[in-house]
């Protein structure tokens, strides 16, 4: 229950960190805050010969508000982004799903670049990037680029990130004014990886909804982000029979897979579940804001 | 043999440093090179929340945590809540008189959160004290009586005036 030796490298600057990924990241890992990390490190599950921890470059850890969204630095731990206003007012998603994320300890040192760059599926913030269409990120030796959300998360645990390359902030986009959101999960324990989760956000004007957003965590090898019904809410109000709608289109295209945890057909039937109850405390939210009550971070 | 590194850091209040690998977690340089034998290792991959310590005055895993990483840090154990010889402190006091310890194992890292939960909530309720705590695992005395425990120490804590335990 020992990691393997390797040498740790600690750099202080983004050009130091890129260069010693540019020289060690095919047999080394980069260390964020080390939640994920290292507990696969001290199961000898990961045997790196290099580990370049990246939590003394300042400049990732900088959470700030632009003029379209709220842009995260990869080393913003879980527990600074759960406390920051900015996100909260505006970006209602990222904010309902923070608390979701194992507990306070693990918050405290958990950051969003690390649990997104180790893509696991499971998790709450993978599902909430997809959902947003976030843009990561990534840097090099060999310069900067742009990843879509969509294109981020390849599999289980792999990621677009090539072996040199860090990521370094995460763009969230911010949310029109009638904009709601809630995080829903089941796990057999508060703090467990969740069995299910569903990340919804919808916005509403006059009571339609103009635009949704659903993601699922869980149920693939990747955050799930059914289309067809994102399509199927809007321009409807969101009531019983379209959320029922929803919630049987959902059960009918997620095809997850049963382990000693659950079996494939509870996961399929608590993903409708959570699906109907995260969206109609979204809209129900949204409703609220666009009534000019903003309670999103109620 | 991988890197070697200097790590100097706060605990309970001294400077104190040592030379270590890279792979040592803040849990075995406490223990190991440091003797502060008090901070207990569990699961070794964060699970159990036995091995919880305060980094800069927040709980934090100290098995999932390099020693590296807590360079320059400050960093608070079991051993530094109450002086040597005592008096215990509210939280200890607490945990002894409603029974919220049975082997112990799981204590010093339940004190430590218990104590950073009242350091920034000190009227707390259930639900934040459940929060707070969710990630601490008990074997043997149960979460009733450790509940008990930080209601307790908060209202003693917080209006200082005692309060009677209920059999």
Do not use: W
């Amino acid at each position: 229950m020992k990691p393997i030796d390797f040498d740790l490298h600690r750099p202080e600057t983004l050009d130091e960190a890129l260069d010693l990924l540019a020289e060690h990241g095919d047999d080394g890992k980069v260390l964020a805050g080390g939640q994920s990390l290292l507990p696969l490190l001290n199961f000898r599950l990961a045997r790196p010969a290099h580990l370049v921890d990246v939590g003394r470059v300042a400049s990732l850890a900088v959470l700030r508000r632009t003029a379209t969204g709220v842009t995260v630095g990869a080393m913003v731990r879980q527990a600074s982004a759960e406390q920051s206003p900015a996100v909260a007012s505006h970006c209602p998603l990222l904010a309902a799903a923070l608390p979701n994320i194992a507990h306070p300890p693990i918050r405290n040192r958990g950051t969003l670049g690390g649990s997104l760059a180790h893509g696991d599926p499971a998790a709450e913030l993978p599902s909430v990037a997809t959902a947003l269409d976030a843009v990561f990120v990534a840097a090099s030796i060999r310069g900067r680029r742009e990843i879509p959300a969509a294109e981020f998360f390849r599999t289980h645990l792999v990621t677009a990130l090539e072996p040199d390359e860090l990521l370094t902030e995460i763009r969230f986009p911010a949310t029109d004014s009638g904009t709601g959101a809630a995080f829903a999960e089941v796990g057999r324990r508060r703090g467990d990886f969740a069995l299910v989760g569903v990340a919804a956000q919808v916005t509403v004007a006059d009571g339609r909804v103009t635009d949704a957003r659903v993601c699922l965590s869980g149920v693939a090898d990747t955050p799930s982000r059914p289309k067809d019904v994102e399509d199927m809410l809007r321009g409807t109000a969101a009531d019983d029979d379209v959320v029922r709608d929803a919630a049987n289109a959902v059960r009918e295209t997620v095809e997850p897979v049963g382990d000693l945890h659950a079996t494939a057909d509870y996961r399929r039937h608590v993903a409708g579940v959570l699906l109907a109850r995260a969206l109609r405390e979204a809209y129900e939210t949204a409703e609220r804001s666009e009534d000019g009550h903003d309670l999103r971070i109620a | 043999m991988g890197t070697r590194h200097r790590v100097q850091l706060t605990v309970n209040g001294e400077r104190r440093s040592g030379d270590t690998a890279g792979r040592t977690s803040l849990a075995d340089f406490l223990r190991d090179t440091l003797g502060l034998t008090g901070t207990h290792l569990g699961c070794e991959h964060g699970v159990c929340g036995a091995c919880t310590v305060l980094l800069d005055g927040s709980p934090v895993r100290s098995c999932i945590l390099l020693a590296a990483q807590a360079d320059g840090h400050d960093v608070r154990t079991i051993e530094g809540v109450s002086p040597p010889g005592g008096p215990l402190s509210p939280v200890q006091e607490a945990f002894c008189e409603t029974h919220a310890m049975q082997c112990g194992f799981c204590t010093s890292g339940m004190v430590l959160a218990s104590e950073a939960l009242l350091a920034t909530t000190p009227h707390p309720d259930d639900a934040e004290i459940d929060e707070a705590l969710g990630g601490n695992i008990c074997r043997c005395t149960g979460y009733v009586q450790i509940r008990e425990a930080v209601r307790v120490a908060a209202a003693r804590t917080a209006d200082d005036e005692r309060v009677v335990v209920r059999d």
